[in-house]
């Protein structure tokens, strides 16, 4: 990057001015990881100190059948084939119940567009989670999930919203935002859930009083422009509504297929490499950057490995998700050593050796509990260093 160009852009970050669509792609040219890392890390720090938020939480996905094939998932089964399944209520309330013991706060539920379960099963799944776990907050359903209801139930997103809150529904996932420019969008989402509708869906919501996630797929046929186009579009919604209380990238996992069959799903698989660390930590680091109206960024360390969610967290993130539990829609095709639960412990530790201070928060982003700061860089050091998967 041109000398002149990357003092201008540093002054703009220093002095707190909002940055352009052509000032994220110019970040997005820079090969200089050390000085976007300085640069986000300034950003994050103004807003969230040396903190790192966590939740303890579980993921919950009621059902494999989906309507849709989207050319990245290898989570979708079609009705009859060998592993498809469905969880009846009990079930999903006998598993919820297991992490009692562990002070869970929050039950993260997101499910495959399914052709014939009717629209009733989703505010009675809620309604019997709740009765079972009153002080876990749930987190439940993608925007395009909530276009699947208005679908089947012939209703309008409005009453089934107010009939999901009325159940217990405390937040929207952030899903099915993957890019939202078309010219990457018709290539891999197989639903109807675009930008107009996605939009519309989490507006509603933060009329209603939900704070809600925003997510962003990277790192497979994408370009940086879409990202950082993606960027702009939430940005500009922020500014309208506030709604939005976390970013989230998400890489592309490259790597599909099925544990089970051991079928290959993603028809990305043949035209895609997924994101190298450094692209992972520069998506972070722009991000952050262009953000200057959403408080969080989060690193869902599932999907980026242990070693590179620590780093994250000096390239603008301040969140992590969380200790997770059977993350079905990526994990079963991972084959990075990436585990599939981190406890409350795990993740103090992990976060101190990272050295920031962890705070375990709920899903509004209210504070549960703070913990010490991390000791000392010496101090850490002079221990046996765990290796970080
Ligand atoms: S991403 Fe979601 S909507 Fe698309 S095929 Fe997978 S489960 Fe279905």
Sequence with gaps: MDAGLKRELEAKVYAGERLSRSDGEALYASDDLA?????????????????????VNRHLNL???????????????????????????????????????EQLTELHIVNGLHPSLPWRYYPKVLRELKAALPDVKLKC???T????????????????LDELMDAGLESLTGGGAEIFDW???????????????????H??????????????????????????????????????????????????????????????????????????????????????????????????????GLSVAQLTLNFGADDLDGSVVEYKITHDADSYGTPNTMHRDDLLELIWDAGFQPVERNTRYEVVREYDRAPSLAERRSEPQKVWA
């Design 203 to 304: 507006r509603l919501a933060h009329e209603k009083g939900m704070k809600t996630p925003a997510t962003m797929l990277y790192g497979h046929i994408e370009e940086p422009r879409h990202r950082v186009d993606h960027v702009m579009r939430l940005r500009e919604l922020q500014d309208e509504t506030g709604g939005f209380a976390v970013f989230i990238p998400l890489r592309y996992q490259h790597d599909f297929h099925d544990s089970q069959d051991g079928k290959v799903r993603n028809r990305l698989q043949e035209r895609t490499t997924m994101a190298a660390p450094a692209e992972s930590l520069k998506t972070f680091a722009v991000s952050r950057l262009m953000f200057d109206n959403v408080p969080h960024v989060k690193c869902f360390w599932v999907m980026h």
């Design 35 to 55: 000085w976007l890392g300085r640069l986000a890390h300034h950003k994050r720090t103004e807003l969230n100190g040396d903190r790192v938020m966590f939740n």
């Design 145 to 160: 999930e909530v276009q699947w209801f208005e679908k089947i139930s012939g209703r309008p997103a409005s009453e089934i």
């Design 63 to 101: 059902t494999n059948v989906c309507s849709a094939s989207c050319a990245y998932c290898s989570f979708q089964r079609k009705p009859g084939e060998k592993d498809a399944y469905t969880m009846r209520i009990e079930e999903a309330v006998a598993k919820a119940k297991e992490m009692e013991d």
């Design 183 to 201: 010219e990457v969008r018709q290539h891999i989402v197989d639903h109807n859930t675009h930008w107009e509708d996605w939009s519309r869906i």
């Design 141 to 143: 359903f993608t925007a």
